[in-house]
C-alpha cells in the first residue's frame, strides 16, 4: 500500500499529468535539454547555471545509465525505485533551471552558439 503511493507520489512529481505526451516522452525531453545545456555550457554559450547543479546532475544521469544501483533492478518493484525517486528529486530539483535554459535556448540565435 505505501510502496504504492510511494510510486505514485515519484510519477506525479515526475510528469505533468496534464500535459497530452506520454510520462515517457516528458522524461526523454527533460534529460535531452538538460545534456544540451550540459554541452552548451561545456562550449561557454550557456553559463547561467552553477557548476554545482551541472556535477549533480551529470552525477544522476551517470548513476541511471550504470548497471550499478543501491537496489538492484532485478528486484520486482523495488529494485525501480531508487532509479524512480532520484528522477523524481532531479525533475523536481532542476526544473528552474531547465526552464531557464529553454528560454534561452529559444532567444538565442544558432548561428552565435560554437559547436561540440
Do not use: C
Not at 515519484?10 to 499529468?17: C, M, R, T
Not at 552525477?59 to 525505485?81: K, S
Request: aromatic share 12%.
Amino acid at each position: 500500500m505505501k510502496l504504492g503511493l510511494l510510486l505514485t507520489t515519484a510519477y506525479g512529481k515526475l510528469v505533468d499529468l496534464n500535459d497530452k505526451e506520454s510520462g515517457f516522452q516528458q522524461l526523454k525531453n527533460i534529460m535531452a535539454t538538460f545534456i544540451r545545456l550540459v554541452r552548451s555550457y561545456i562550449r561557454g554559450d550557456y553559463r547561467d547555471v552553477s557548476r554545482k547543479s551541472l556535477l549533480i546532475g551529470v552525477g544522476v544521469l551517470l548513476y541511471l545509465v550504470t548497471p550499478l544501483d543501491i537496489i538492484p533492478d532485478f528486484i520486482p518493484v523495488v529494485g525501480l525505485m531508487d532509479d524512480i525517486s532520484l528522477m523524481a528529486w532531479f525533475v523536481d530539483a532542476f526544473s528552474k533551471e531547465i526552464n531557464k535554459y529553454r528560454e534561452w535556448e529559444a532567444h538565442v540565435s544558432y548561428e552565435n552558439i560554437g559547436r561540440f
